[in-house]
């Protein structure tokens, strides 16, 4: 596509052969299709694309289940990427290729060293305030670690304490205007601003994708109609095989937004 301009770098990782034996926490274990899995990642994948973004994927990592949801092995602030160091000790190989693809960018990179474990997904960026959701897969030492890291950029690190969630942006994400969907009764509320009421689980997944656009599960009908009507660009995709797994539509991309150049 020649002259068009990208947003920045979607890093993303094909769906393994051991998709099915992912790790689940809270919901009842079901059956997963591994070539429907394998044709919605790359719906998913093409849709990203379609709003400007420039796939990139990382080496894949056949011999852990969950290395599909790349969101949580990596944070990148501005020029820094912030490798983890994940709460589940067997989704800790998963970091390798990422931190590879990482230096492959030009990206600064830093590790999340123990005792402290951070998974990406409990880590929502809001403008300069950091959220980190503590209590599941991130540990406190892993807030504080990030909020050392990410200091010299002028983010603020703020814990939020999770409930029955196994992230922080499985209850609550971000539209590109700040304001917060979820679902309030996870998470504890008096650690973030007001969160929007999703009207379905799903509908607490929103991908900003810039400008108006935003990515959203194909399940969360009612959450699709509502943004719409407020005059943002819905994106669904159906990622049903990866919700019976705990994942959602942020967990299967890190994006690298482009920086300015002087």
Same mark, same amino acid.
């Given at each position: 596509?020649?002259?068009?301009?990208?947003?920045?770098?979607?890093?993303?990782?094909?769906?393994?052969?051991?998709?099915?034996?992912?790790?689940?926490?809270?919901?009842?274990?079901?059956?997963?299709?591994?070539?429907?899995?394998?044709?919605?990642?790359?719906?998913?994948?093409?849709?990203?694309?379609?709003?400007?973004?420039?796939?990139?994927?990382?080496?894949?990592?056949?011999?852990?289940?969950?290395?599909?949801?790349?969101?949580?092995?990596?944070?990148?602030?501005?020029? !820094?990427?912030?490798?983890?160091?994940?709460?589940?000790?067997?989704?800790?190989?998963?970091?390798?290729?990422?931190?590879?693809?990482?230096?492959?960018?030009?990206?600064?990179?830093?590790?999340?060293?123990?005792?402290?474990?951070?998974?990406?997904?409990?880590?929502?960026?809001?403008?300069?305030?950091?959220?980190?959701?503590? @209590?599941?897969?991130?540990?406190?030492?892993?807030?504080?670690? !990030?909020?050392?890291?990410?200091?010299?950029? @002028?983010?603020?690190?703020?814990?939020?304490?999770?409930?029955?969630?196994?992230?922080?942006?499985?209850?609550?994400?971000?539209?590109?205007? @700040?304001?917060?969907?979820?679902?309030? =009764?996870?998470?504890?509320?008096?650690?973030?601003?007001?969160?929007?009421?999703?009207?379905?689980?799903?509908?607490?997944?929103?991908?900003?994708? @810039?400008?108006?656009?935003?990515?959203?599960?194909?399940?969360?009908?009612?959450?699709?109609?509502? !943004?719409?009507?407020?005059?943002?660009?819905?994106?669904?995709?159906?990622?049903?095989?990866?919700?019976?797994?705990?994942?959602?539509?942020?967990?299967?991309?890190?994006?690298?937004?482009?920086?300015?150049? =002087?």
């Amino acid at each position: 596509m020649d002259g068009y301009t990208y947003h920045g770098v979607a890093l993303m990782r094909r769906p393994g052969p051991r998709l099915a034996e992912g790790l689940v926490t809270h919901i009842a274990r079901s059956a997963v299709d591994p070539v429907l899995a394998a044709r919605q990642y790359t719906i998913y994948q093409e849709t990203v694309a379609s709003a400007g973004w420039r796939v990139v994927e990382v080496d894949p990592a056949p011999e852990h289940p969950d290395s599909v949801f790349v969101e949580d092995t990596l944070v990148v602030c501005e020029d !820094l990427a912030v490798v983890t160091r994940p709460g589940a000790p067997e989704r800790r190989g998963e970091t390798e290729a990422t931190e590879r693809t990482a230096r492959s960018l030009g990206l600064r990179v830093v590790r999340i060293e123990a005792p402290a474990t951070l998974d990406g997904g409990d880590v929502l960026q809001v403008g300069t305030t950091v959220y980190v959701g503590v @209590g599941g897969r991130t540990n406190a030492e892993g807030a504080e670690q !990030l909020g050392r890291l990410l200091s010299p950029l @002028g983010r603020k690190v703020r814990p939020v304490t999770l409930g029955r969630v196994l992230h922080l942006k499985s209850a609550v994400t971000a539209l590109p205007d @700040g304001s917060l969907i979820g679902l309030p =009764d996870l998470v504890e509320t008096a650690d973030l601003p007001p969160v929007r009421r999703a009207p379905e689980e799903p509908g607490a997944h929103v991908v900003p994708l @810039g400008g108006r656009d935003v990515l959203v599960s194909a399940a969360a009908g009612g959450t699709v109609q509502r !943004l719409a009507a407020e005059h943002w660009r819905v994106l669904p995709v159906d990622i049903s095989e990866f919700e019976k797994l705990e994942g959602c539509v942020t967990c299967l991309s890190v994006l690298v937004p482009d920086r300015p150049t =002087d």
